[in-house]
């Protein structure tokens, strides 16, 4: 009872301190002669910096939350990701102003029935949001139908399974690619619990057909009655995956919750370091910093934010601007042909 009564003075529920990740949790290996492959916008070491802040419907208040945050940070962001709906239309004035400010546009489009996709129905929809990326002109990302192995409904009921939706993968990126959009990096994305229960691997699209193997992954307590996990507890089944298929490999969304005074602020501290030096094949890394379910931004606390702006300020996490080249093939060999568009269905 005396353990108790001191456990509750400190704020700390009994059960939280017991769920903790094991201190010698196991980290997946990577290959001592492993090398960065090659490819669009990938740096040769360390990793870019991203986030995703409060969307707007106007470009002020969204401009000014960025460039707070990359103030407090004293440096510009990588990468700055957002989203968009199937059929609003983009290009809009988001991705011009992140070139002008030095930043990789993340574009997260969202996801639709795979059989009107492959039907033919969104042909033109798809070859002007081709032509709009085109005519950027400059490299950026994109996921098209992020965490599409996911059990929410708004997705698995326009995904179809991994069949449909490799095909209609292919024939969205086939289009893309006849239209001459090479400046535009294809990030595949499933959830770090689908690689965790084998639900991402079927929806791999293959090597030729991605450029980043990505995924989206957070620490869902104490919101959720779920463990508190580490960094690496959440991504290290993606690792294992994306260190196999030797691809650059991308978190698209991390995110932490606060629970006891300071355990974010160290959750997020030692995600800098498992990021740096126990995952090394990790090339980008993109923090969810918004108010959704649960509150995953980056200012919960003075310590929290100050372990992100240590984060983005450590130069491994500042690496100069990676390469481009749109002739790189899948696996880094030159080549001006790319993927052949897939074959009607």
Not at 56 to 77: C, I, L, M, V
Not at 315 to 321: E, G, L, Q, S
Not at 322 to 333: A, L, T, V
Request: aromatic fraction near 14%; glycine fraction near 8%.
């Amino acid at each position: 009872m005396c353990l108790l009564l001191l456990l509750a003075q400190l704020g700390t529920p009994v059960a939280a301190r017991a769920q903790d990740t094991p201190p010698d949790y196991p980290v997946p290996a990577t290959p001592p002669d492993y090398q960065r492959p090659i490819g669009k916008l990938v740096p040769p070491q360390g990793a870019l910096f991203g986030a995703h802040f409060e969307q707007s419907n106007t470009p002020g208040p969204e401009q000014d939350d960025t460039e707070k945050h990359e103030a407090d940070a004293g440096r510009t962001f990588d990468i700055r990701n957002y989203y968009y709906t199937w059929d609003e239309e983009f290009p809009t004035w988001r991705e011009p102003y992140d070139f002008a400010k030095g930043r990789y546009p993340l574009i997260s489009w969202g996801c639709e029935d795979v059989d009107k996709i492959l039907s033919g129905s969104y042909d033109a929809l798809i070859d002007a949001r081709a032509d709009g990326l085109k005519a950027l002109g400059k490299p950026l990302f994109l996921r098209w139908c992020w965490e599409m192995d996911g059990a929410r409904s708004e997705k698995s009921s326009k995904v179809g399974g991994p069949e449909r939706f490799i095909q209609a993968w292919k024939y969205i990126w086939g289009r893309l690619h006849t239209r001459g959009a090479d400046n535009v990096v294809r990030v595949w994305c499933p959830n770090a619990r689908g690689f965790k229960q084998e639900a991402a691997q079927p929806f791999y699209p293959g090597d030729e057909w991605v450029d980043w193997i990505c995924t989206d992954g957070y620490n869902w307590a104490p919101g959720r009655k779920e463990d508190w996990r580490s960094f690496v507890e959440i991504f290290d089944s993606f690792y294992e995956f994306g260190v196999a298929h030797h691809k650059p490999l991308m978190v698209g969304e991390w995110g932490a919750q606060e629970r006891k005074a300071g355990d974010k602020a160290k959750w997020i501290a030692d995600a800098q370091i498992a990021s740096r030096e126990k995952l090394p094949a990790i090339a980008a890394v993109v923090v969810f910093s918004v108010q959704h379910l649960f509150d995953w931004r980056v200012t919960t606390s003075p310590e929290s934010y100050q372990a992100f702006n240590s984060w983005a300020r450590d130069p491994y996490f500042n690496p100069p601007d990676p390469p481009f080249d749109p002739s790189y093939g899948p696996n880094g060999e030159s080549s001006t042909a790319g993927p052949s568009p897939a074959p009607a269905p």
